[in-house]
């Protein structure tokens, strides 16, 4: 995670589940393109041919819900989406999100002061959530520092490479 | 201060005397469980390192569910993608079509998981086991492949929620009632991170199936894991399944929970799960205006011998109704048998059901039963989120397998006791 994360937000509600944010019938490949294909198709059929690089999801509780399949942050990352930030995120997800590299940020309060569209720039060091339209700031809920050692790592497999004395 | 169940079995992994909700722990792993659309995803990563071995073959288990037998090429190719990683890293555990069974009826059945152990699935689900008294929860593929090479897996110890169950169920109320009322009441994130610890004089009187399928749907709640301390009924099952020594853990009296909930068992009507969340539960009497166009009695919720004995028992002597397509997938090859031996699958046929071979299939809208736009099931399956068995604008109301046999008689949501009268 490095620089600054930068786009427009897409705004979801509360118990967004896996099966929204990447459909089981598309579960027959693993190809991260495939799946950013259909991300988040039955939550926003429309939002694959909008999301442009950058961009991100802002949602209420428990993002993530459901399934174990990773596919989920798979696809949202595949799909060029710089960062998730949720009220809160189901567990297996954020377990996910981490191990895979993409950047999730807890912040109840910046999910309320950001509206659909507007220019989101979140800081991954600090966890500083910026609303450029609105010109307002918020702070992410800090993440833990063991944890902190695999994202610094550049996720699991990467920690798994160093623990293994493979690299 | 007591520890809890969970609590002595993460600490034991962790190597430590006691561990307590927050800290983190990096734990050694009994079992690490992969399907066919998890364990691609994890093989491609192993394989990318070029490590020859695995951190132990005979602790891995790959279970080829979800799609098989293959439904397309694309899972077919997934399914090949695990046959090939198990011969060429000699895993122990691999079951292909014709042994296969749904995952977390499997595993238990077979003795590979046992009272005790530590394991991850990369299948939501997993927290199944906790029935039996261990510790097991859902990951993703990442955390599997690092678990297939160090044979670890890093937890934060989860805050401990108790459940305490008591008085008489009412006729047709089983673990699946129990389980859809109790997340009703929490919600989908109401014990996120969180154990469900479930006990009380109304859990030691359920059956073992029952207590998986409660077990089974504590991440429905947003829960690490669901677990059961261990009784005679779970070392009834588990004499002459276990393939390795187990250990029983019991909770502390003084152990500490953040939430503890007393529950009346006797109040609790048979339950049904409305679209578009397990929690949006109701009485099936408040759901009897319902039209449905299929049902679905299986899954790893509720695909278990127990489960198609009380289908049947509904069914017997009654036809589906001519609206509906009533599909029955058991589990596993050996509860296939078993029911082939007790009668059960000539009633179902003699009913006109579809009887499929085990599959998790049309639970998560993969094959077998997928939904058209519009169309309705009643499932004993775990989810009814959107698009979940089909068409985005298809229906699913979650059931016990009571439920879903007499709404299949009815061809619309309906109380056992409507099929068979209040006197059976």
């Keep these: 995670m490095e620089g600054v994360l930068k786009g427009r937000a897409f705004k ?118 910026k609303n450029l339209t609105k010109g307002t700031e918020y702070k992410a809920t800090p993440i833990p520092s063991d944890i902190r050692k695999i994202i610094d790592a550049g996720g699991l497999m990467e920690y798994a490479k160093q623990k293994l004395g493979l690299k | 201060m007591g520890m809890t169940i969970t609590q002595k079995i993460l600490a034991e992994h962790a190597g430590r005397e006691e561990v307590y909700p927050g800290e983190l722990v990096m734990c050694k792993v009994d079992i690490a469980l992969a399907n066919d659309v998890t364990a691609p995803i994890a093989i491609k990563q192993v394989k990318e390192l070029g490590v020859k071995e695995v951190w132990d073959r005979e602790r891995i288990a790959l279970v080829p569910d979800h799609f098989v037998p293959a439904k397309d090429i694309k899972a077919a190719q997934q399914v090949k993608m695990m046959r090939d990683f198990a011969r060429e890293f000699k895993i122990k555990h691999f079951w292909p079509e014709g042994r296969v069974g749904i995952e977390h009826a499997l595993l238990p059945e077979q003795g590979v998981v046992v009272p005790g152990d530590v394991v991850i699935g990369a299948d939501s689900h997993t927290c199944t086991y906790g029935a039996l008294g261990a510790f097991s929860t859902g990951v993703g593929s990442t955390d599997m492949a690092y678990a297939w090479l160090t044979g670890e897996v890093w937890f934060k110890v989860p805050e401990q929620m108790k459940f305490i169950y008591y008085g008489k169920r009412k006729k047709w109320v089983g673990g699946k009632d129990i389980i859809l009322y109790v997340i009703g009441m929490i919600g989908v994130d109401g014990a996120l991170y969180k154990t469900m610890e479930h006990t009380g004089e109304a859990i030691r009187e359920l059956p073992m199936d029952d207590r998986f399928t409660i077990c089974n749907m504590a991440i429905e709640a947003g829960a690490k894991n669901g677990i059961i301390e261990p009784d005679e009924k779970t070392l009834e099952y588990v004499k002459g399944r276990a393939k390795r020594p187990y250990k029983l853990y019991k909770s502390d009296p003084d152990a500490e929970y953040s939430e503890v909930y007393e529950i009346d068992v006797s109040k609790i009507e048979p339950q049904v799960a409305f679209p578009y969340l397990p929690s949006n539960t109701r009485p099936v009497s408040e759901a009897t205006h319902i039209t449905i166009d299929q049902v679905v009695i299986g899954s790893c919720t509720n695909g278990r011998i127990s489960d198609l004995r009380v289908a049947a028992q509904i069914l017997k002597g009654k036809k589906v109704n001519p609206n509906v397509r009533c599909i029955v997938i058991p589990a596993t090859q050996e509860i296939y048998r078993q029911a082939l031996k007790e009668g059960l699958i000539d009633i179902f046929l003699e009913a006109e059901c579809v009887v499929s071979t085990p599959t998790c299939g049309p639970c998560l809208g993969g094959h077998m039963g997928i939904l058209a736009k519009g169309e309705r099931a009643v499932a004993t399956t775990n989810r009814n989120f959107v698009g979940r068995m089909g068409h985005p604008e298809s229906e699913v109301y979650l059931s016990s397998p009571a439920v879903a046999a007499a709404s299949a008689v009815m061809g619309r949501i309906a109380h056992p006791e409507e099929v068979v009268g209040e006197s059976n």
């Design chain 1, 12 to 129: 979801f509600g509360d118990d967004i589940n896996t099966d929204e944010i990447i459909p089981a019938r598309y579960l027959n490949t693993s190809d991260p393109k495939e799946l950013a294909k259909h991300v988040m198709e039955d939550a926003d059929p429309k939002f694959p041919e909008k999301v442009k690089p950058g961009d991100v999801i802002v949602a209420g509780k428990n993002f993530g819900c459901g399934s174990s399949r990773e596919h989920a942050p798979i696809a949202i990352k595949a799909a060029g989406v710089s960062a998730v930030i949720a009220k809160s995120f189901a567990r297996i997800f954020y377990r996910n999100a981490i191990n895979i590299g993409l950047p999730i940020f807890e912040s109840p309060e910046a999910v309320e002061g950001i509206e659909e569209g507007d220019i989101v720039e979140v800081n991954p060091e600090t966890g500083v959530i």
